[in-house]
């Protein structure tokens, strides 16, 4: 489709159309400015959709959250009210939870929070202010110093390059694309502990130290039948290599518990297949179900998504030093053989409760992830390119370790909040996991403004923390909020002519007068902040993600 029809200025220009450039954008129309967000793929939500992992949330996140991001939930839960027909057992719940997971209060399709998304941006689109160019990737930046001008995009079906310009720009993408195409100052891999002061950081800086990605899929399981995939070319290696930090090949039952590194063996059930439409289990299926049995009834079969320590790949990193496009895709190729590898394995050759191998009635379920082989759209990304902010978050601001009975640092320039804890995967350099424990914390503005840029704003996991600290802010909720805080501060940039640097200095009361406005809580609630618990005190510690 030519561009030749669309605007190709806007008040603010969103590259990434994950949960931070949605919210951006929607914060922004709703302020009364045009918007054009851009997205590579067809669905928006990113990690929401299409890479496939149910949200993981705080304890609090009924009672305590943006009013924007309780609509998006809400809106979800009544796309399966309005349209699947519900059992006894759904209706009985006062809050939907149509997969049943335990991960969270709200485990659902990524294909029905794609459609939950469309639905809020629907009235924005309606009155011209929103425009959502889709399967478009940023391949250039044009500066003026310390200003972007504009941004060229490529369409990824025709190759059909333009640039567009908005007078603020939100890198939303995954990997901080702009700040790269750009050559602005960030940050990749773990810093040292010299650096940052932080407890658990190594000693001498790595940038190419990343957390593990992940490609997840969807099954449901289909006892009696056989839908073994094609053996993939990887097996053989996956099967027979053994990382020294792991107890074994990754295609086992046996892992490690991230928060004590303690082998254990946990597998897909709990016991017998044929009750996992149960409502509890301390297994994998339970932990990340997007489809309930009992809530929809036999014509809706239980359905999984795989996003587990054994698809965890740690090989090659994304981003950093050397790291070009060919690596990059060798990078992702090789998560993809990994987690067809597992599958196959699970269909052939796992061990069984009752002594056999194999559950070839796995089969995967493309509907869900809306591709064609049922393997989510794109890789799960835990670890971006990160700004060099007026402010970084540490470890000594929210860990527990380092702050003890204290709660988190409270920051006056708070534009948010979020809970999850210290969660780093084993990394491309070798380290095992990293999972502490977090206090409830605050979304500094100040972590939101590049050292070296005037009209750019970061709205995904490419904000002002470190390698330790981006474990705690990179889940969904808090994506969210900092998108939220973006929109807000780049129309107040706007508004008063202001670069981001000097609203911070000047204007961060009011753009914290709007977020409340908008129903954002800019602090936790004292009995919550103060009463020593965390994100997974409350919940099924199955796996991280």
């Avoid at 994998?284 to 809706?300: C, K, L």
Wanted: charged share 25%; net charge negative.
């Amino acid at each position: 489709m030519s561009l030749t029809a669309l605007p190709r200025r806007a008040d603010l220009l969103v590259i990434g159309g994950g949960l931070g450039g949605v919210a951006a954008a929607l914060t922004a129309v709703r302020l009364g400015r045009s918007v054009i967000l851009v997205e590579r793929g067809d669905w928006l939500g990113g990690q929401w959709t299409t890479q496939a992992v149910p949200p993981d949330e705080s304890p609090w996140v009924e009672e305590v959250a943006s009013d924007s991001y309780r609509r998006l939930r809400e809106t979800v839960r009544s796309l399966y009210r309005s349209q699947y027909p519900l059992t006894a057992h759904a209706h009985s719940q006062d809050r939907l939870n149509p997969g049943l997971g335990s991960v969270s209060r709200l485990t659902h399709e990524p294909r029905v929070g794609a459609l939950a998304i469309e639905s809020l941006l629907s009235p924005a689109i309606a009155t011209g202010r929103l425009t959502v160019l889709r399967q478009r990737e940023p391949i250039a930046v044009h500066r003026d110093d310390r200003r972007i001008l504009a941004v060229d995009v490529r369409d990824r079906r025709s190759g059909e390059i333009v640039s567009l310009e908005g007078g603020v720009v939100v890198d939303a993408t995954e990997l901080g694309d702009l700040l790269e195409l750009g050559a602005f100052d960030f940050v990749t891999g773990a810093e040292s502990r010299t650096q940052t002061g932080e407890l658990h950081a190594i000693d001498n800086a790595d940038p190419l130290d990343q957390q593990a990605i992940s490609w997840c899929f969807a099954v449901e399981h289909r006892p009696g039948e056989n839908h073994v995939i094609d053996r993939p070319t990887s097996y053989s290696y996956w099967r027979d290599t053994h990382d020294p930090r792991w107890p074994g090949s990754q295609l086992s039952w046996v892992d490690v518990v991230p928060y004590t590194l303690d082998e254990r063996y946990h597998s897909i059930f709990a016991g017998d297949p044929a009750k996992a439409d149960s409502l509890d289990g301390d297994d994998f299926w339970h932990f990340r179900r997007v489809i309930g049995t009992r809530n929809f009834g036999p014509d809706y079969p239980d359905v999984t998504l795989v996003n587990w320590p054994q698809i965890d790949y740690w090989e090659k990193p994304l981003v950093g030093p050397g790291v070009d496009e060919p690596a990059r895709q060798a990078a992702l190729a090789g998560a993809r053989g990994l987690s067809e590898s597992f599958l196959y394995w699970m269909q052939t050759e796992a061990p069984r409760a009752d002594g056999g191998t194999g559950y070839p009635g796995l089969r995967l379920r493309p509907d869900v992830v809306g591709t064609d082989d049922g393997f989510a759209m794109e890789a799960y990304i835990r670890e971006s390119r990160r700004i060099r902010a007026l402010f970084t978050v540490t470890e000594a601001h929210i860990g527990r370790e380092m702050r003890g009975d204290a709660a988190a640092e409270t920051f006056a320039d708070t534009v948010g909040i979020g809970s999850y804890r210290i969660d780093l995967h084993p990394s491309t350099s070798g380290r095992t996991y990293v999972d502490i424990g977090c206090h409830p914390f605050q979304i500094p503005l100040g972590a939101l403004i590049p050292r070296d840029a005037d009209n750019l704003i970061p709205a995904n996991k490419n904000i002002g923390t470190t390698h330790i600290t981006n474990g705690a802010y990179r889940l969904h909720p808090v994506e969210w909020s900092v998108g939220e805080a973006a929109g807000v501060l780049a129309v107040e940039a706007l508004g008063t002519g202001l670069t981001t640097a000097a609203v911070h200095d000047t204007r961060t009361g009011d753009v914290q007068d709007v977020l409340r406005r908008l129903g954002a809580p800019l602090k936790w609630p004292e009995h919550i902040r103060t009463s020593g618990l965390e994100h997974d005190s409350i919940r099924n510690e199955t796996v991280s993600v």
